[in-house]
């Protein structure tokens, strides 16, 4: 193949895959539901808003952005908790998050809902969810 075509070939394959990722992009805009992030810091420490209120359908992402541990990172792991006993109620559980992780969850009925980081159960959140 001469090296035109390959030049054509790759251009055309790099257009197509932009314009893909602008139509995902839209799609995701034109959702009904909202995404909202919360922030794992380590300056300051904890959750980043430690409170939010969010609707009913909406997704949140938890970011692991601590980067203040020995190794230049610290992980976490977010675990709902029953607000009243303190105790593990298995509605999430992001495993063990590294430096840059994400978890999202979607939220499908209204409710309060308490997390910790499991790995420092003093640092705590709650997400309120309504209509």
């Known amino acids: 193949m001469k090296k035109q075509n390959v030049v054509l070939l790759s251009t ?20 009904p539901s909202s995404q909202h992030v919360i922030i794992i810091s380590g300056y300051p420490r904890g ?4 409170q939010i209120n969010i609707k009913v359908g909406d997704s949140l992402v938890f970011i692991n952005q601590d980067d203040s541990g020995f190794y230049g990172y610290e992980t ?12 593990p109620n298995g509605y999430f559980d992001s495993g063990t998050l590294y430096l840059g992780d994400k978890y999202v969850i979607k939220f499908p009925k209204p409710g309060n809902y308490t997390y910790i980081e499991a790995l420092d159960p003093t640092t705590s959140g709650q997400i309120i969810v309504t209509p």
Do not use: E
């Not at 055309?12 to 959702?31: D, M, Y």
């Not at 976490?76 to 105790?87: A, C, D, E, F, P």
């Open 76 to 87: 976490h792991r977010v675990l709902s908790i029953n607000s009243k006993t303190g105790q």
């Open 12 to 31: 055309v394959a790099s257009l197509t895959l932009v314009v893909l990722l602008i139509s995902q992009a839209n799609a995701i805009q034109q959702s």
């Open 47 to 50: 959750f980043v808003p430690n």
